[in-house]
């Protein structure tokens, strides 16, 4: 064979080798995508029940209070400012229920820009915008309604529970109980031993905190003492923490609080009240739960004695409500409502509260 005719095959042999190979190529290209448009039509075909379930993400809109478990009527979404101090076990123990339930109503409790937290600071900060609501152990008073009016709204106070003022005293004092009367006599400085009021001689040491400290104080003054002041024999402390412990370690000392907050102590005991001598009702349930068997057992609060009245000093605690046609009072009159519900009137018994329906 010539070298002419030899080059002539080499070159044709790779012109079809080279052919081969992009034919090839394309054959397995076009079947790859044959292949592709089957498993996608198999897929927009097969049964939803075959395929792998993928959770929805949560729905953060408008309607999650709807379609999760939380069912208050008329509840705003958003954060609402609310403040009071008697509240502290309603704010841990119910707040917190409907805080779990209803994610979207956001309450942050506030406190006052200066002095301690209480009815009036909350009423005042109300007044001042600062709140959207509040929660307080006293009636608004007729001065502060007309502050609120000036501004523009007026309040609406919404009783959502009972609470008692309970005595507290050393729990070696043997006295059988207090009028009221006596009470008043103590904390204005005209009986200053137990010894006039038929107990053993032995000085009184009187507590109470300020003023400026909230409702219960306020509420003491203006129903117990009529409105007179503290006498001179008075000491001032900041908390009731405090104010017990003064009290376990003095045999003389007084002090008065909320009941929840006296009644089930381990280191006081609360007294028994009557309107008249003799006629004494204790703020717990008897029989009374002795120091050696506390805290496995607590007294519980006399509720039956403060529903009826028998219990000489109880008082309403209200949701304090700005009407004002706006969200402050949606949120505001929504969750009283809310407390007053069966679940919410369990709950505030729970706390240690005297349901009010």
Same mark, same amino acid.
């Given at each position: 064979?010539?070298?002419?005719?030899?080059?002539?095959?080499?070159?044709?042999?790779?012109?079809?080798?080279?052919?081969?190979?992009?034919?090839? &190529?394309?054959?397995?290209?076009?079947?790859?995508?044959? &292949?592709?448009?089957?498993?996608?039509?198999?897929?927009?075909?097969?049964?939803?029940?075959?395929?792998?379930?993928?959770? *929805?993400?949560?729905?953060?809109?408008?309607?999650?209070?709807?379609?999760?478990?939380?069912?208050?009527?008329?509840?705003?979404?958003?954060?609402?400012?609310?403040?009071?101090?008697?509240?502290?076990?309603?704010?841990?123990?119910?707040?917190?229920?409907?805080?779990?339930?209803?994610?979207?109503?956001? &309450?942050?409790?506030?406190?006052?820009?200066?002095?301690?937290?209480?009815?009036?600071?909350?009423?005042?900060?109300?007044?001042?915008?600062?709140?959207?609501?509040?929660?307080?152990?006293?009636?608004?008073?007729?001065?502060?309604?007309?502050?609120?009016?000036?501004?523009?709204?007026?309040?609406?106070?919404?009783?959502?529970?009972?609470?008692?003022?309970?005595?507290?005293?050393?729990?070696?004092?043997?006295?059988?109980?207090?009028?009221?009367?006596?009470?008043?006599?103590?904390?204005?400085?005209?009986?200053?031993?137990?010894?006039?009021?038929?107990?053993?001689?032995?000085?009184?040491?009187?507590?109470?905190?300020?003023?400026?400290?909230?409702?219960?104080?306020?509420?003491?003054?203006?129903?117990?003492?009529?409105?007179?002041?503290?006498?001179?024999?008075?000491?001032?402390?900041?908390?009731?923490?405090?104010?017990?412990?003064?009290?376990?370690?003095?045999?003389?000392?007084?002090?008065?609080?909320?009941?929840?907050?006296?009644?089930?102590?381990?280191?006081?005991?609360?007294?028994? %009240?009557?309107?008249?001598?003799?006629?004494?009702?204790?703020?717990?349930?008897?029989?009374?739960?002795?120091?050696?068997?506390?805290?496995? *057992?607590?007294?519980?609060?006399?509720?039956?004695?403060?529903?009826?009245?028998?219990?000489?000093?109880?008082?309403?605690?209200?949701?304090?409500?700005?009407?004002?046609?706006?969200?402050?009072?949606?949120?505001?009159?929504?969750?009283?409502?809310?407390?007053?519900?069966?679940?919410?009137?369990? %709950?505030?018994? *729970?706390?240690?509260?005297?349901?009010?329906?």
């Amino acid at each position: 064979m010539s070298q002419k005719n030899e080059t002539l095959s080499l070159f044709l042999a790779a012109v079809i080798t080279i052919g081969l190979i992009f034919g090839g &190529l394309w054959f397995f290209m076009a079947r790859w995508a044959q &292949l592709n448009k089957l498993v996608a039509n198999q897929s927009e075909n097969s049964n939803p029940r075959d395929a792998i379930s993928v959770p *929805k993400p949560i729905d953060t809109g408008k309607t999650s209070n709807t379609i999760s478990k939380c069912d208050v009527p008329n509840l705003p979404e958003g954060t609402f400012n609310y403040g009071g101090r008697t509240w502290a076990p309603i704010r841990k123990d119910v707040d917190s229920v409907l805080q779990s339930q209803c994610s979207l109503f956001i &309450l942050r409790y506030t406190q006052p820009p200066s002095g301690e937290s209480g009815s009036g600071t909350g009423i005042r900060m109300l007044i001042d915008n600062q709140l959207a609501f509040s929660q307080s152990s006293r009636s608004v008073k007729a001065e502060e309604n007309a502050e609120a009016k000036q501004k523009g709204f007026s309040f609406k106070e919404i009783p959502v529970a009972i609470d008692g003022i309970a005595i507290a005293v050393n729990l070696n004092l043997n006295i059988p109980g207090l009028t009221v009367a006596q009470l008043k006599d103590i904390y204005t400085g005209k009986i200053t031993n137990w010894q006039q009021v038929g107990g053993p001689n032995l000085p009184i040491i009187v507590y109470s905190r300020s003023k400026e400290a909230g409702g219960t104080v306020e509420f003491f003054v203006e129903n117990i003492l009529n409105k007179e002041n503290f006498g001179a024999n008075v000491s001032y402390i900041g908390t009731t923490t405090e104010a017990v412990r003064k009290v376990a370690a003095s045999p003389g000392g007084i002090y008065y609080a909320s009941a929840p907050e006296v009644v089930p102590q381990c280191m006081i005991k609360s007294l028994p %009240l009557g309107r008249t001598s003799g006629q004494f009702v204790p703020p717990y349930q008897e029989p009374f739960v002795p120091p050696s068997e506390c805290p496995t *057992k607590r007294n519980q609060l006399n509720t039956q004695a403060f529903r009826s009245g028998d219990y000489a000093i109880t008082r309403n605690l209200f949701v304090i409500v700005k009407q004002n046609s706006q969200t402050d009072q949606q949120a505001g009159e929504a969750y009283a409502n809310w407390l007053l519900t069966p679940q919410g009137q369990e %709950l505030i018994q *729970k706390a240690g509260f005297v349901r009010i329906k």
